[in-house]
């Protein structure tokens, strides 16, 4: 099975109003919750893809208890969250319709204990022991420390499973430098880590840096890759409009589906590019629009850059 | 006990922002939990004055789990609430640090279906037969039909238990030509009912239709009840700055524990308005100030306004 690890998993809440305007009283028309936190969302994917998933992290409170129940709900991902005495955050999303536009609310995560942060730590490399591959995405609750995807990388690496991580700040700062098989960056977390605001220079530092492949992803222009095997750009046919939440997320599903069904590098970032752009044109957040990733895994251009870089 | 009857029962939930900006994404800093709806906040407020109180009306889904737990951590406060199908619904106050103003969120109630309607009638005829006065508090969930509350005084009538009615629109309307004991509209409340913005005609006008006593909170200016044996107004001493936020539910807990201890009609409304001032003046929305009460309760001035009506 393929592991992914969301260290602060949250309950995703849509709410539609007709339109925000503070400090008034709103009757919110429509609300939807799922299971959300990068790393739960890479799991969906790689489901809906066919493979066989655990997702594992931390969970608590009632809000958590609400999560799993869904969670469970969705065939293929089981469910190996570790329980916190904190509840698991919620983030509520204010979708207005009169502009279109959405107002983010995110709660803090709970605090971990080091007790609770050990505790992960062996379920974690006992679950390592049936992975073919391990995802870590995203930020940090509070109380653990911040070189935890470091030391959850060595962990893997000396279990012989590739790791591939998708954070941001200090902790992807750290995590590089302890050689994960994969980091995936956006253009902000790439310029954040290299203080290089040129894509190809500075997917080439976070090799020098530790990782053993860098795919940045860059929005609408697709994907950049810079592995031992070679460097690539993947580009959707057209741009695509719609909304890019869980875009990345997709990206890191298609990358590790490949990487575990041993296909060649370029196979993969076509994987990735077409699942991204397939989740911006669906009509819910982080969902993909299957019909369109068929279509486009066809007409994704994947350009050899080993020249240009 | 007093029951005190809740069909749209809520989690209240309060974020505090440095300042809510619409279309951006905002860190929230504290989140704050509890059970809601109005006549949960009368028990509450029931409990601390040292009643028995049962609490029913309507609970779902995973919300309503959370609304559970919290609500057996309260001291005196027993929940006879009825298990629906649909999710107890969730409010949100977005409480910006920067203006100090309230942005209001309001999840829709569960859909209640007819066997669910008639499962809380027959819990309601249950409990009231150790009820020694019931309340009926707030708005209707979608599926309850609008003439519950007419519903509800009714078998509280035959039941021989007092009941008071706290709620708005067409279920006011017709709650009211059912004939309960006592109904505590506010100001806008009771000019709606009546069709008169002048208090004490509108107060006399809503007796005409039904009601045995009236009691209106007036905000700032204090409670004017017309009952049957006289009309009073009790005024706080002095205007209270601070949250109104379930000041009218406390007004609500001071008649009714007035009631059940057979005091007169100057002193409950003493004790109502009382209440309902240190609730404006306590710090969290919905709580009441108990040193602030004990002082606010000697200083309320009550006048005969039989002269005046």
Redesign the interface.
Known sequence: MILTVTLNTALDIT?R?RS??????????E?TERPGGKGLNVARVLAALGHEVTATGFVG???G??LQ?QLTAFAGVTDALVPVEGGTRRT?A?A?DT?G????????GPLVSSAEWSAFQEAYEDLLRSASAVALCGSLPPGVPVGAYAQLIRTARTADVPVLLDTSGEPLQRGVAARPDIVKPNADELAELTGSHEPLLATRDARRRGAHAVVASLGPEGLLAHTPQGHWRATPPHPVRGNPTGAGDSAVAGLLSGLVEHLPWPDRLARAAALSAATVRAPAAGEFDRAAYEDLLARVTVTDEANAA
């Open positions: 709410y109003v925000l305007r503070p400090h008034t009283s709103h009757r919110v028309t609300v409170g009632a809000t208890r609400a129940d509520i204010v207005d502009s536009d959405t107002t983010q609310l995110n709660e803090p």
